[in-house]
Structure formats: structure tokens, C-alpha cells
């Protein structure tokens, strides 16, 4: 056992660095097999480089070692639900809060879990799994009220209830504890969007990009609110071609087939149009900070 390896192995992985985590966690462990805590770690960095099933393989040697370790089962749950397997992920989760109560890591965990499928099987429905979520939530405000995990999951529950307000407000009392923290800044934006508040949105989501660079939810979401709404391309060419084969009853060879065409050609314009122009206004709702990002996006990118 070697604190200063662990914490090297650590510090990699606060970095986002898991390549090299996985990689120096598995050299500690060649020379110490029974080191349980950097099994642990290790299972972190092979969930981001390795995927979900061989981080489940080690954190399950973990338990082998220490059965009674609440992180460790915690883990198990998480990458178990990464894999769809909400039931057993419920199971893991209820084990490592029996061995620890209070540990904030399974308590958020599994709210994300039940966030992720909130409808596990035909038996269960949505409205109970998320009043599940809820108590987990209320248990980490007993346990950990001045915790920015605790507003973070506080707001990311009121947005899976499409309560906009309430989101918002449970994301920026994380911004209060956690400045610069990219999930808070995401979810401010996400409550934003839903409200149609394209400019603060905007503003956000730039916040979550400049958080983390590598991460590109932020960017993303700014891309999103640029293009604007969705236009129906699918159904306007439906409408081409029905019209066309309205015509075609009543013309035939090569008339029927330009008139097809023009209409096609017709609709295609109309399309382009109304996509740039819904573009431009779109755009114009961003802040002018928010507007550069998408430009320079648009163009390196």
C-alpha cells in the first residue's frame, strides 16, 4: 500500500488524463495484487478508456478483497447501470448505502442511475423510480447540505420533472459553492433552453466549454441553439412528392416527370431558405461572446 502512488494515479485521473492512469494503476497493482484502492481507481480510468464491463470486472476483484467497502459496491452499481442492467445496478447501490449511509458517491451515483432509466422493467413506473431519486437527493441534503453534488443532483431531478425554475435555481446554488463547475454551468443552460432563453442559455453553455475544454457538452448545446428549431424537412418533401403524383395523374412522360422535379427543386429552395433564416435568427439571440464561439466553431471545426 502506497499513498503516494495512489494519489498519483489520482491526480492523473482528476486531470482526464486515463490512458495514463489506467496505465500506471496497473503497474502499482503488479507489484501490490491486494491493493484494493487502486483497483478502485483503476476501475475508473478503464470506464472512461476501456468501457463499462472491464471496469466492472475490477471493481468486482475490489470486492472480493474489502466486502464491506461502500464505494467500491457504489462503483459496481454505476458501471452495472452503464450497462443497462438497472436492476442488479438498484441491488449494488442499496448494498453500498446499507455498508454507508451517508456516502455521497452512491448516493449521487444512483440518482444518475435512475436518471439514466427511470423505467427499469414493465413493472415499474417512471413517477416511482424518480420519487426513489428524490429521497436520495433529500438524504445527501441531510448528510451533505453545503456540497455542490448535492444541488447538482437537487437540479438535475427538478429538470427530469420539467421544472425549468427550479433547475436553474438548484444549478447556480452549486455555481455559489463550485464556481467553475461545468455540470452546474450545463444544467443552467439546459433549464435556460427549455425556457426559451436562448441568450442566457448561450451564455452557459459557452461557461460549461471554458469549465472543461474536454468536454463538448457545452459546445454542443451552443451549436444546438444556433441552428435554431427543427424544420420539417421530412414532411415538406412529402408534400413535394404527393403533389407531384397528384400531377402525374393528369400529365404523363416527360411533362410529369419535370413537373416532379420542379416541384422537388421548389421545396428543396424553400427548405435552404427557411433553414438559414431561422439560423440567423437564432443566432441573433446569443450574446455577442456566444456568437464569436460558434463562428469559430463553424470554421475550424
Sequence with gaps: MSYANRARVQHLIDLNRPEEARDLARSFLAEDPQDASMMSMLADAEFKTDGPAVALATIERAIALEHTNGT?????????SNLGHHDEADEAFATALMHDPRNSYALSAHVEAILRDPATSRRRKKAPRLALAESRVQSLFHSHPHAAITHLMDSKVRLAHNEFEACDAAARRALEIEPNNPIAHQLVGLAAEAMGDTRTAG????SAQKADPTSSTGLEGLRRLGQGAALPIGFGLFIALRMGVRVGRYTSGLVGVLIVVALLAAAGGFIYYQRNETRRKAE?????NARQILDQDRKFG
Design 72 to 80: 467500491f459496491h457504489a462503483q459496481r452499481g454505476y458501471f452495472t
Design 203 to 206: 451564455d452557459a453553455y459557452v
Design 284 to 288: 441573433a439571440k446569443l450574446s455577442q
